[in-house]
Every structure is written in structure tokens, then in C-alpha cells.
């Protein structure tokens, strides 16, 4: 049971409740990936969209 929940109150929802956690990915080199996707794509390897902005750490764009 969170700490907010023992001292505060028992019945406060858990989405309220602060929390914290720490990266632990391992950063890289983007000039690399920068680099290399252009040249691979361009010889018709397929990469994932969603393969590639995971890896360079870029959201989705968002409508509106």
C-alpha cells in the first residue's frame, strides 16, 4: 500500500497517487541511426515507423 494511502487517506484513487521512475535505457549514438535509416530505406530494407521513433525517442504526432 503507497504511503499517501497509509498516512493520508485509504480511499484516495490510485492514479492520484505521485510516483517516480528512473531511465534506464541506454543512450546511442542518433547521428548513427540518423545516417544509416536513409541509406537503408533507399536500398529497400523496410523498417517499422514506429521501430524507428521508439529508438530516436520521438512521439507520435498528435491530430489538431
Known sequence: MPYLQINVD???APHRIPYFEFDTKEYEDLSVFADAIPKLTG???QISESWVRD???ILEPQEG
Open 10 to 12: 485509504p480511499n484516495i
Open 43 to 45: 536500398i529497400g530494407v
Open 55 to 57: 529508438k530516436l525517442g
